[in-house]
C-alpha cells in the first residue's frame, strides 16, 4: 500500500519562528490533506491540496504531485499553533485517507 | 450548522465486553468514515459508509462493524473487546468522493 512519511518527527520553536513540516508519499494520490490536532485530540483541517500551493493566513501549503511531496509552511509561530500536524492522502477510488506518523510541534512562549 | 458530533466523550469498558459508538455528520454531508487513533500515533482507517452500505474497508478484524441510518448517522460496534482495542475513535464526514473530511472531536475508549 501507499506509505506517507512525515518529517520531522518533533520540532521545538520559539514563538515568532517559521517551520516547515514535510510529507513524503510513495504513489500518485487525488487527495492529499493537512490536519492540525490540538492537545485535547480535535482534528482541523487545514488544507485540502492535492497540488499547487494554497494559504491560509500565516499557514501555507503546497504540494508537488510529480514528485510525490507536500509542504507545509507556519510563519510567525504563535503557542495556539503547538500540536501534533498530520498529512492524510487517498488514492483515487480507494475512499481511505492513508495518514502520516505526524510532526508534533511545540511553540515556547 | 452543526459540525460532526459524537458520543459518548469517553468510555471504561473490561475485556470482553460490546460497545458502540455513534456519529451524527455535519449537515448536507452523506458520508461517515471512522478511524482508530492510538496513543502517539496517526489514525487508521477502519470502513466508510455511504448510503447505508460499507463502501471500503480497513485492515480490521470482524470484531469491528458499522451501520448508517437513512439521516447518514453512523454507529461503531466493536465486540470482544480486548486491551490493544484502547484508543481515540474519530468520526469523519464528506460529501461525495474525494471530498474533505471533517472530523468530530472523538470517543476516548479505555479497555480495562
Known amino acids: 500500500g501507499i506509505q506517507v512519511e512525515q518529517s520531522p518527527p518533533d520540532l521545538i520553536l520559539q514563538e515568532g519562528a517559521n517551520s516547515t513540516l514535510r510529507c513524503n508519499f510513495s504513489d500518485s494520490v487525488n487527495n492529499l490533506q493537512w490536519f492540525h490536532q490540538n492537545p485535547w485530540g480535535q482534528l482541523i483541517n487545514l488544507f485540502y491540496i492535492p497540488s499547487g500551493t494554497k494559504q491560509n493566513g500565516r499557514l501555507s501549503a503546497t504540494t508537488v504531485a510529480t514528485e510525490r511531496y507536500s509542504l507545509l509552511y507556519i510563519s510567525s509561530s504563535q503557542t495556539t499553533d503547538s500540536g501534533v500536524y498530520f498529512c492524510a492522502v487517498e488514492r483515487r477510488s480507494n475512499y481511505q485517507l492513508i495518514w502520516g506518523a505526524g510532526t508534533k510541534l511545540i511553540i515556547k512562549p | 450548522d452543526a459540525g460532526v458530533t459524537q458520543s459518548p466523550t469517553h468510555l471504561i469498558k473490561t475485556r470482553g465486553q460490546q460497545v458502540t459508538l455513534r456519529c451524527s455528520p455535519k449537515?448536507?454531508?452523506?458520508?461517515v468514515s471512522w478511524y482508530q487513533q492510538a496513543l502517539g500515533q496517526g489514525p487508521q482507517f477502519i470502513f466508510q459508509?455511504?448510503?447505508?452500505?460499507?463502501?471500503q474497508r480497513g485492515n480490521f478484524p470482524d470484531r469491528f462493524s458499522g451501520h448508517q441510518f437513512p439521516n447518514y448517522s453512523s454507529e461503531l460496534n466493536v465486540n470482544a473487546l480486548l486491551l490493544g482495542d484502547s484508543a481515540l475513535y474519530l468520526c469523519?464526514?464528506?460529501?461525495?468522493?474525494?471530498?474533505?473530511?471533517?472530523f468530530g472531536p472523538g470517543t476516548r475508549l479505555l479497555v480495562l
Open positions: 449537515s448536507g454531508h452523506d458520508t
Open positions: 469523519a464526514s464528506s460529501f461525495g468522493e474525494a471530498e474533505t473530511q471533517y
Open positions: 459508509y455511504y448510503e447505508e452500505e460499507e463502501r
